[in-house]
């Protein structure tokens, strides 16, 4: 399995500033994704990460709003802007090797709560 | 849109009963299947998974059982233990193409054991 590290594990941020996650993997992995779960609920994909290129968004996620790097095959990071309340969720890293018995593995979550 | 749903949003037992969490989804093409447990404040944890061409596969003191015909996902436990209480998760995937990898999660069932 791979080792999914996530930072901060936790923020509380205020209104209309904005949050910067990030992931690092153990190991060189073919995907990246990174999910949202809101208090309560299950988890929705926000993107595909895409390493040296654009990530992919879900329908109702916008680039402006969540703006995605993924420079290289072990790191990833999704920045959440111009925060609102509504944002308040745990965000999720999530990491797949690829291949014929691939494994999708999560990190441990960032809880962002914003005031 | 596909989703994917659980008939029962908790269930209690007490320890060393036998649990079955069950799950529904409704995209036929759904070739990948995974069961996932998260505890309080940490990421999903991979429990078992199975492939659309098998309708069972046991794992430690876990079973996974898919019914194609209905569209339904099970989850057995084994002599179930209080750390098992946890919120389970089943999970779909649709292979190839623009799916690869993504994960449509279902809403989650809360276990409860007791001693």
């Known amino acids: 399995s791979a080792v999914i590290s996530q930072k901060p594990s936790r923020d509380i941020c205020q209104r209309g500033t904005s949050l910067t996650i990030q992931c690092q993997v153990d190991s060189q992995v073919t995907m990246m994704f990174w999910y949202r779960q809101q208090p309560g609920q299950s988890l929705t994909l926000i993107a595909t990460?895409?390493?040296?290129?654009?990530?992919?968004?879900e329908s109702g996620f916008v680039i402006d709003k969540f703006p995605i790097s993924r420079p290289n095959l072990t790191f990833s990071t999704l920045t959440v802007s111009n925060m609102s309340p509504e944002d308040s969720s745990i965000y999720l890293c999530?990491?797949?090797?690829?291949?014929?018995?691939?494994?999708?593995?999560f990190g441990s979550g960032t809880q962002l709560s914003v005031l | 849109g596909e989703s994917v749903g659980l008939h029962l949003p908790t269930l209690s037992v007490q320890e060393g009963d036998n649990s079955i969490i069950n799950c529904a989804y409704s995209n036929s093409a759904s070739d990948y299947f995974i069961w996932y447990k998260q505890e309080s404040g940490k990421g999903p944890q991979f429990i078992i998974d199975?492939?659309?061409?098998?309708d069972k596969r046991q794992g430690q003191r876990v079973t996974v059982l898919l019914n194609k015909t209905v569209k339904h996902l099970s989850l057995q436990i084994a002599a179930t233990q209080p750390g098992d209480s946890a919120v389970y998760f089943c999970?779909?995937?649709?292979?190839?193409?623009?799916?690869?990898?993504?994960?449509?999660f279902g809403q989650g069932t809360i276990l409860t054991v007791h001693p």
């Open positions: 990460a895409n390493q040296g290129s654009e990530a992919t968004y």
């Open positions: 999970a779909e995937i649709l292979a190839g193409g623009t799916s690869y990898g993504k994960l449509t």
């Open positions: 199975i492939r659309s061409n098998m």
């Open positions: 999530s990491a797949m090797r690829g291949g014929v018995d691939e494994k999708l593995f």
